[in-house]
């Protein structure tokens, strides 16, 4: 069982950037970073394989950036021209099958999560 670490959340005025780490205990296929706002479900955000084919959200794409390194087994995601409506629990996932996308049941490892807040 893989466990995933995210660290890197905080408060950051709308138009600004903020960078999300993940640390994963072992080897990963697929990874992906999903969002959950306040009284939503959560979604997915961005998701990477392991040759570094993506697949972003609509609403994210142009302004984040996912990556990964394989031999450190982290995760990243680089966020810039944040707007209020990021703000949300993020969280780092893991996916042991070959369809890497960002539908949540796929994701069979999650980390704590960790929040982002985006003020106007």
């Known amino acids: 069982q893989v466990q995933l670490v995210e660290s890197g959340g905080g408060s950051v005025q709308a138009g600004r950037s903020l960078t999300l780490s993940c640390a994963a205990s072992?080897?990963?296929?697929?990874m992906g970073w999903f969002r959950q706002g306040p009284g939503q479900d959560r979604v997915g955000v961005a998701s990477?394989?392991?040759?570094?084919?993506?697949t972003y959200a609509p609403s994210v794409k142009g302004r984040f950036t996912i990556s990964r390194n394989n031999a450190q087994n982290t995760l990243s995601l680089r966020m810039d021209s944040l707007k209020p409506e990021d703000t949300a629990v993020y969280y780092c996932?893991?996916?042991?099958?070959?369809?890497?996308?960002?539908?949540?049941?796929?994701?069979?490892?999650w980390g704590q999560g960790t929040q982002v807040t985006v003020s106007s």
């Open positions: 990477i394989d392991r040759i570094g084919r993506t």
């Open positions: 996932a893991a996916n042991p099958g070959g369809v890497c996308k960002l539908f949540p049941p796929d994701f069979t490892n």
């Open positions: 072992g080897y990963t296929i697929c």
